[in-house]
């Protein structure tokens, strides 16, 4: 992946801890996705009895083992892999398209371990059916359309994938890219609103919405309408990618943490996160 911005950030002390408290605006499918673990086995080892709500602050036990990432990894394609300045069993795993759980387990660590700068870690090779990673990276296949497994459970929002096209069409932004960071924030979700009032699939902002209503021309788009927020999410990433030159990290960023403060402060490490997160999600559509 081509991103012209340093990605070496040190991760959030949240991507190697046993428990974490829930920020405001992320779901359990994106915190299950971050940490290599099921939304189910996030819900049963927490006791969520509704995995759809999940209040920010709430404090999470994160599975160190699910029967999902218990897959056996091929034999004899393992990478040797030094560990850098920055570096987390998170950035790493992401890096090379496994789980923190198969990572750790490959080295006899545990997620709550410290990698030591110079240390040599031996990375799995990436099992080669589609359906044997963890749930936030296992993939099946969908009228043609490579789709997220948590997302072949829900029709509704498979009935989504239309729309999607149809907006990323509009607009000339890679479906994918779209599909990715609507998932990342929301599931698919059009009930979800953050503690700010980012609101629906797109996780737009008030200000956000006001500004797409201007540049688009069209005082009556809502945020509360699914194909409308579809649109302005699309509208929005079109935008930053003009203004980035295409570069799909960088418009990430700016979607995350607002360009104008990416570009006087630079990311912050919870928008380093984030990137990561959206462009691995994006490789499952």
Known sequence: MAIAMAIGF??????GAASIRVPAGENLSQIAHTYGTTVTALAGANGIADPNVIV??????????????SAPVAAGGATK???????SLWTIATRYGITMNALARSNGITLTSNLLIGTTLSVPARPAAPNSGAGGTATVMYEGQSIPVALAAFPSRLSLLPVFQKWADAFGVPASLLEGTSWWESGWQMSVVSSTGAMGIGQLEPSTVATLRILLGNPLLSAANTSDNIEMAAAYLHQLLGQTSGNQGLALAGYYQGLSSVRQRGLLPSTALYVHG???????F
């Open 10 to 15: 040190a991760s959030p002390s949240r991507a």
């Open 56 to 69: 920010a602050g709430t404090v999470l036990r994160i599975p160190t083992e699910t029967a999902v990432t």
């Open 81 to 87: 892999v030094v560990v850098a300045s920055g570096d």
């Open 278 to 284: 959206v462009l691995a999600t994006t490789t499952l």
